[in-house]
């Protein structure tokens, strides 16, 4: 667990917050670069993301690249529409070349962050 940055977030999730999120962790990243880093957002409501959300969101994460090299985990709640757009961001940061997983078992999540 020492070698992991958890955040755990609650409350609304817009893209606002989401973007200064990004920003926070970037910083995080930077100052610990042999951590990975876990987003645990299960107790937050998310406004609807569109893909056009989504993109600008990825495209924010990939100007701070240099940053997050190390593995990403998020754990969200078990639900049929967190999960996709979940997974549409998961597919954009995939593609970008982040290691970046989803969860909704917060023990799987660190399971993976761990390192073996």
Do not use: H
Request: negative net charge; hydrophobic residues 40%; proline residues 3%.
């Amino acid at each position: 667990m020492d070698k992991i940055i958890i955040k755990k977030l609650e409350g609304e999730l817009d893209r606002e917050r989401v973007m200064r999120l990004v920003r926070e962790l970037a910083v995080d990243a930077a100052s610990y670069p042999d951590r990975n880093i876990l987003i645990d957002y299960r107790e937050t409501t998310a406004t609807d993301k569109s893909m056009v959300d989504i993109m600008k969101i990825s495209a924010e994460i990939k100007s701070l690249q240099y940053f997050f090299t190390n593995r990403v985990a998020t754990v969200i709640s078990p639900n049929e529409k967190r999960l996709e757009v979940a997974n549409k961001m998961k597919a954009c940061l995939v593609i970008m070349g982040f290691q970046y997983e989803v969860f909704t078992d917060y023990n799987e999540a660190l399971d993976w962050l761990t390192p073996s």
